[in-house]
């Protein structure tokens, strides 16, 4: 079979799920990766043919996809501010959106260590670990520690990059209000579950089916509960005039900020995303008097 007939007969059959131009992509982003072929080798060389053995495992991956599971899954890795992850039903898939939190951890980061090494920096709600890993990959001399609930989460997380310094994890929590050991922390980062249960109608069957739900969703009548608790953690261990920064619900982003602006953090501001939607919340630790 050549490479070429099963693009097309992919596409198609991913109609039924997806737009034509995302069916595609999906079908272009699964050869190159199962392949190790580039996107436009259908285009060069047509003659491409699969093997028996490239076309059984092609055949039995979109016969995945057409169930509706995304295809991060089905190759077992998500790229992510350069870099792939690992990724399993367990976690949440990265989000574009998620790279831009990192980028402005990042300058937090930066901002505060004035040539000190060694910054203290704690992600809560971390899942397959893509931010934590990300800044400890940056900033190698950052003393970085994550928390999750999820113990299959954390056994994910623990094993991204066998090479090199690795984050803390730890096994907590958040909505209790863990105090996590070793003092204060430099910069905070969250992104937990903020989406709506009544936002459910709105989403994809490939989230609904296959995304853990315990790390997407909220209750209609408390949304902003994960938020109340990262303030408190904040309250607790963030050194003074240390920065945190959470990924937030584009539609709760006044009530999100009231939070910390309640709880009596500084510069509390909302943030855009790359659509200009509300989709961070920055705060910052009072500085000591």
Known sequence: MRLTSFIQEGREALLALYPAPEAGNIVTRLFTARL????????????????????????????????????????????????????????????PETELLVEKALGCIDALSAGRTGLRVLDLCTGSGCI????????????????????????????????????????????????????????????????????????????????????????????????????????????PGGAGLVEINDALGPETARIFAEAGFSDVALLPDLSGRDRFVQFFAPDAK
């Not at 870099?83 to 989000?95: C, G, T």
């Not at 520690?145 to 299959?152: C, G, H, N, P, Q």
């Not at 709105?202 to 296959?210: A, I």
């Open 36 to 95: 190790g072929l580039a996107a436009h080798t259908p285009l060069v060389h047509p003659e491409t043919a699969l093997s028996p053995e490239e076309e059984k495992q092609l055949r039995a991956d979109l016969a995945r996809l057409l169930r509706g599971e995304p295809l991060q899954y089905v190759l077992g890795t998500a790229p992510f501010f350069g870099r792939d992850f690992k990724v399993s039903p367990a976690v949440l898939i990265p989000r």
């Open 132 to 239: 934590a890993w990300t800044l400890l990959r940056e900033r190698p001399s950052l003393c970085m520690t994550a928390v999750d609930l999820s113990a299959e989460a954390l056994e994910l997380a623990r094993s991204q990059f066998p090479d090199g310094p690795s984050p803390h994890f730890v096994q907590a929590d958040v909505l209790a209000r863990p105090r996590i050991d070793g003092g204060a922390f430099d910069v905070m980062v969250s992104n937990p579950p903020y989406i709506l249960e009544g936002q459910k109608p709105e989403m994809r069957r490939n989230v609904l089916d296959f995304e853990p739900e315990m790390a997407l969703f909220v209750p209609d009548a408390d949304p902003l509960v994960f938020y109340r608790a990262i303030a408190d953690i904040a309250l607790q261990q963030l050194a």
